[in-house]
């Protein structure tokens, strides 16, 4: 009987699910994308890397993918999921309104980034049907990491996603039409059989989304009577291999048809159990497809060629990156939205090499021209993440300057305004009890897009770093109401507190404070009030459950009365005070919030209404 050991597929699946466990949580540790730990992975232990050691190094058999080949039916499987979950997560009715995008701005960017790649490539001496072949490949973008970096709500994500409907169903035209001109056949037989293969898959796709509509929604209900999780795993995969196989079997791209599936299981009641079983096979299908790009990079040609591939890569993404954004724009889009989808979208295709390949068989374009425009591509998906990061800095920088009047540094610092610093949901709710009561305020936050889309729903704030003794001088603290701070930061919140009561000492300073320890801190540097938020959520809890279990309010008011005076005596021993604080609570008797609340002592009626 042979050994496990001695079967190369077994060793490739330990080496991909030991991967996983090292790249996922090692690269979310330092907050980096796992895509680029799943491509290194596949780059570092491919062929190309310590693979091509095997020979002089047996024991690198068991930590090394030998044959890429091996696990390209589950990096295919990786692909076909996340369109699955792309159709869960749209609706008929949404995608019909996204039409003008998809069949719009899509056939439009595809077609424009095409024809412009391939003109270049035609004066740079590439035959005209090779041309422009390569350029309808390189004109794709990546479905599988574009739409996860991006996702299908934000007004990037909706325009990603409408673009790369369309280039996942212009797929097998294109594949087609470049059969149709290859030298090896004649034109109209090329054209005949794409012809057969649309009518044949718009039948079969008729077919689906009636018998979809009729079937889906019994069978589903069958499984979930059984109350078997791994019967509803089993439906669930069973649904999307079938739709992926009857488009495959009429020439369509299986994505189609896994797309489709989600869409009609999106439609039934049980989409989101669905979503959430089939979750995990996705991200790590999705992960073995990254390890194939990743062994597609050869380093000692790319060294040898460096100067050519880094031509092409950049070429490729200005050219895509231009077109795109410059269609979103006429279309209507925001300048930020465009430009951060623009770069987004820049990169090459998985699907690019699919086409790259389909382009050789039909004699297209040499052998080692489709080589070296999958080494491109390779690049190209790999620098994805950083593209996608780059863009969206870009953007929202773009934002900040041109959005909503005065640029975010511009605005005016009036007197007798209440200044926040920190903009999350605790500074947020703040702005908006002030202006219920026709307080004036300035909100500053570091991160730039939480000030972006603050300025986009017409809050008052600015950008800048108050940890900066510059931007503090700025605020003019001297004249401000109240400064009320609300960053999760408890060292610079201690630091800011006093720096800002050695400058202003009658200043009604109002702080947030994580915990006990921390509040008593922030009366040592001088806060006014500093409110604990953990202490109060524990009280409002208690508060919740003792009323909810019968206990008279009177009883449950004067227990949690008694508690805060023991915390308040802790926080004068801990921060050494002279007197007790004020600890006052962010709950009335039915534990919701009061403007009152929300002020110092010392402020007369008026100021605190």
């Known amino acids: 009987m042979h050994s496990p050991l001695e079967n190369p597929a077994f060793i490739d699946a330990i080496v991909i699910l030991g991967a996983a466990g090292i790249v996922i949580p090692a690269f979310t540790r330092f907050r980096i994308t796992p895509i680029i730990g799943f491509i290194l992975v596949g780059l570092l232990l491919g062929p190309s890397g310590l693979g091509s050691l095997q020979s002089q190094y047996e024991w690198l058999q068991f930590v090394t993918i030998s044959d890429r080949e091996s696990i390209e039916p589950f990096a295919e499987m990786g692909i076909i999921l996340l369109l699955f979950s792309i159709g869960l997560e749209l609706s008929f009715k949404r995608l019909w309104s996204m039409r003008r995008l998809v069949f719009g701005v899509g056939a439009a960017e595809l077609l424009a980034s095409g024809l412009i790649i391939a003109s270049v490539l035609y004066l740079l001496g590439q035959n005209s049907a090779g041309a422009l072949g390569l350029g309808l490949a390189?004109?794709?973008?990546?479905?599988?990491?574009?739409?996860?970096?991006?996702?299908?709500?934000?007004?990037?994500?909706?325009?990603?996603?409408?673009?790369?409907?369309?280039?996942?169903?212009?797929?097998?035209?294109?594949?087609?039409?470049?059969?149709?001109?290859?030298?090896?056949?004649t034109a109209d037989g090329g054209w005949g059989d794409l012809g057969r293969t649309l009518l044949l898959g718009g039948a079969v796709i008729i077919g689906m989304l009636v018998l979809g509509r009729l079937l889906l929604p019994r069978i589903f209900a069958q499984a979930a009577r059984t109350k078997s999780p791994e019967l509803f795993l089993a439906v669930s995969l069973l649904v999307i291999i079938l739709a992926s196989l009857a488009t495959a079997a009429t020439g369509l791209s299986p994505i189609v048809g896994a797309l489709l599936a989600g869409l009609l299981i999106a439609e039934t009641e049980y989409h989101g159990e669905v979503e959430v079983i089939t979750q995990p096979f996705k991200g790590l299908a999705l992960g073995v497809f990254l390890i194939t790009v990743g062994m597609q990079v050869d380093i000692r040609v790319v060294l040898e060629n460096w100067g050519s591939l880094l031509t092409a890569v950049v070429g490729v993404v200005l050219v895509k990156a231009a077109v795109t954004g410059g269609l979103l724009r006429f279309a209507g889009a925001s300048a930020g939205t465009a430009t951060e989808a623009g770069v987004l979208m820049s990169s090459p295709s998985e699907t690019t090499l699919i086409v790259l390949a389909a382009a050789t068989q039909a004699q297209l374009i040499?052998?080692?021209?489709?080589?070296?425009?999958?080494?491109?591509?390779?690049?190209?998906?790999?620098?994805?993440?950083?593209?996608?990061?780059?863009?969206?800095?870009?953007?929202?920088?773009?934002?900040?300057?041109?959005?909503?009047?005065?640029?975010?540094?511009?605005?005016?610092?009036?007197?007798?305004?209440?200044?926040?610093?920190?903009?999350?949901?605790?500074?947020?709710?703040?702005?908006?009890?002030?202006?219920?009561?026709?307080?004036?305020?300035?909100?500053?936050?570091?991160?730039?897009?939480?000030?972006?889309k603050a300025r986009r729903e017409g809050y008052p704030i600015m950008f800048g770093n108050v940890s900066r003794n510059e931007m503090l001088d700025r605020l003019r603290l001297g004249h401000a109401k109240a400064l009320v701070l609300t960053m999760d930061?408890?060292?610079?919140?201690?630091?800011?507190?006093?720096?800002?009561?050695?400058?202003?000492?009658?200043?009604?300073?109002?702080?947030?404070?994580?915990?006990?320890?921390?509040?008593?801190?922030?009366?040592?540097?001088?806060?006014?009030?500093?409110?604990?938020?953990?202490?109060?959520?524990?009280?409002?809890?208690?508060?919740?459950?003792?009323?909810?279990?019968?206990?008279?309010?009177?009883?449950?008011?004067?227990?949690?009365?008694?508690?805060?005076?023991?915390?308040?005596?802790?926080?004068?021993?801990?921060?050494?005070?002279?007197?007790?604080?004020?600890?006052?609570?962010?709950?009335?008797?039915?534990?919701?919030?009061?403007?009152?609340?929300?002020?110092?002592?010392?402020?007369?009626?008026?100021?605190?209404?």
């Open 138 to 185: 390189l004109a794709l973008s990546s479905t599988a990491l574009v739409l996860p970096m991006s996702g299908t709500k934000s007004p990037v994500g909706r325009a990603a996603l409408a673009m790369l409907l369309f280039e996942d169903v212009a797929i097998v035209p294109i594949i087609f039409l470049l059969g149709a001109i290859s030298p090896a056949i």
């Open 366 to 452: 040499q052998p080692q021209t489709a080589a070296f425009w999958q080494i491109v591509t390779a690049i190209g998906l790999t620098i994805t993440p950083l593209l996608a990061r780059f863009g969206h800095d870009i953007a929202r920088r773009m934002e900040m300057r041109s959005g909503g009047g005065a640029a975010a540094d511009e605005l005016p610092v009036e007197a007798q305004q209440t200044i926040i610093i920190g903009f999350g949901r605790v500074g947020k709710l703040i702005a908006d009890l002030l202006t219920t009561h026709d307080q004036k305020y300035l909100a500053v936050e570091t991160n730039i897009d939480t000030v972006a």
């Open 489 to 609: 930061e408890p060292v610079l919140s201690v630091q800011i507190v006093k720096k800002v009561r050695a400058w202003v000492p009658d200043l009604p300073i109002i702080a947030r404070a994580r915990d006990i320890e921390h509040a008593a801190e922030l009366y040592q540097a001088g806060a006014t009030n500093a409110v604990p938020e953990a202490l109060e959520g524990s009280l409002q809890l208690s508060e919740a459950v003792l009323v909810e279990n019968g206990v008279a309010m009177g009883p449950v008011i004067a227990s949690i009365h008694e508690l805060r005076d023991i915390y308040r005596k802790q926080i004068q021993e801990e921060g050494d005070l002279d007197q007790e604080p004020k600890l006052k609570s962010f709950s009335t008797s039915v534990g919701q919030a009061t403007a009152d609340d929300l002020v110092p002592d010392g402020l007369s009626p008026q100021e605190q209404t």
